[in-house]
């Protein structure tokens, strides 16, 4: 069953699926890559491995468009493919590190906990210090506020995306701003 | 009417980002603002957030986004074509092995269990023959159905009682672990005798007579054990037995 999906969404996966067209799939990539490397960012926290895995996932996507039933937006469908991505990205770079960590081996690079301003926001000390504060958000309040706030998204579909009640993202979505507002407090004069 | 109903304390925090940030219609905005001053410390978070939110909004996230995936769309198609051409050699080493290599791995099965069962047919035929020559020899000893009439076994009888073969006693024997060797000594011993006694009776030919009776060291110390009296006893009870055959 289609639902709520966009219908030049479906004209150009299907161009894509159909005819392999690089002018559909560069459409495709051109409009979730951004929206799918903040997303990434979110996550890892790290540009450059942020970069490589968004193209990961894009090729992924493009690759498994034909799979994809229309039962959600494209853009809830490739949400969660990115996510579910990235976060097995995450698994399997610890888990190999704990096994160089055995072997004595080279540390592979893994991502910091903490995020890496200076490689992506470098304007100014209040989006270090709002990029940090985002990424000590739990979750589902990071998630909703960035989905809302950076994406446009509807709450329904917010709500689809993280398998959380409409209700729920609204109140996600007010206590991330209000935690915000508290961790920028401080950068109010800037 | 229904815009004059004030909004709940869940429902004001619901839409209080959105308010601030501007993406709430025109209705929802008004009946807001009507709502807000029911709720002070909501007015003191909605200029806290507004005043945060102003400087944080100024940060073009979109362009950032957009300048890390810069070349993005040709890396993308560049790893499409990669995996295409590596798609197009996996699928020909495919094909090459559905054309050749299976029927060639069939092949060689199917030789390797036609090899396997012409060897095992022909095992099979040698055991026969071994079966057969043993089973021969064991016919030999197969026991047979003996047809005895009453005078037969009153001849019998009286053959047994003036048997001359010797009797085994347990001492003169050496030590029997085995009794089917034991039973072949004592077929050996009446083998002659019992032969005889057949060729004369009016019953049917009979080659060769075995026991069946499982001699056992148990029943010859049963039988050495025994006094005169009872031997008497016991053979005056065999006497008067009658047989059915």
Redesign the interface.
């Known amino acids: 069953m289609k639902k709520d999906y966009l219908p030049e969404d479906f004209e150009i996966v299907q161009e894509w699926i159909k005819n392999r067209s690089e002018s559909a799939a560069s459409e495709i990539v051109k409009k979730y890559q951004r929206f799918i490397y903040l997303l990434v960012l979110r996550i890892v926290k790290n540009s450059e491995q942020s970069k490589d895995i968004t193209q990961e996932i894009l090729v992924k996507i493009l690759n498994s468009l034909e799979k994809f039933s229309w039962k959600s937006s494209l853009k809830t469908w490739i949400y969660r493919v990115a996510t579910n991505y990235t976060k097995s990205y995450l698994r399997q770079v610890k888990f190999k590190n704990v096994i160089s960590i055995d072997a004595d081996e080279t540390f592979l690079e893994i991502p910091s906990s903490e995020p890496d301003p200076e490689q992506i926001f470098r304007n100014s000390e209040l989006e270090k210090a709002f990029l940090e504060a985002l990424s000590k958000l739990p979750e589902k309040q990071r998630e909703t506020f960035s989905l809302r706030y950076f994406h446009d998204l509807p709450y329904n579909e917010i709500a689809e995306m993280l398998g959380v009640s409409v209700g729920a993202s609204k109140a996600n979505y007010f206590q991330a701003v209000k935690k915000l507002a508290v961790a920028l407090k401080d950068y109010q004069n800037l | 009417m229904e815009n004059n109903v004030q909004y709940s304390r869940k429902e004001m925090?619901?839409?209080?980002?959105d308010y601030?940030?501007d993406?709430l219609g025109d209705k929802e905005r008004n009946k807001f603002e009507q709502s807000l001053p029911n709720y002070p410390d909501l007015i003191k978070?909605v200029s806290?957030?507004r005043?945060?939110?102003t400087?944080?909004r100024k940060?073009d996230?979109?362009k950032?986004?957009?300048a890390?995936?810069r070349g993005?769309?040709e890396?993308?198609?560049s790893?499409?074509h990669t995996?295409n051409r590596t798609q197009t050699t996996y699928n020909y080493a495919r094909t090459t092995t559905r054309r050749y290599l299976i029927p060639a791995l069939a092949a060689i099965v199917l030789i390797a269990f036609a090899t396997q069962f012409i060897v095992w047919n022909i095992s099979k035929e040698e055991n026969m023959k071994n079966n057969q020559i043993v089973e021969k020899i064991f016919d030999i000893q197969a026991p047979k159905v003996l047809e005895l009439s009453q005078k037969d076994i009153a001849t019998l009888d009286k053959s047994v009682a003036q048997c001359s073969a010797p009797i085994l006693l347990e001492n003169e024997l050496p030590e029997w672990n085995n009794s089917d060797e034991l039973a072949d000594l004592i077929d050996d011993i009446y083998s002659e005798y019992l032969t005889s006694f057949t060729n004369e009776s009016n019953t049917q030919q009979v080659e060769y007579v075995v026991s069946t009776i499982n001699y056992g060291n148990n029943y010859f110390n049963d039988l050495n054990n025994l006094d005169e009296e009872n031997l008497q006893n016991i053979l005056n009870e065999v006497d008067n037995a009658e047989f059915i055959f």
């Open positions: 925090e619901e839409r209080l980002p601030v940030f993406r978070e806290d957030v005043t945060v939110f400087k944080v940060i996230f979109n950032i986004a957009e890390e995936t993005m769309t890396r993308v198609l790893r499409l995996q």
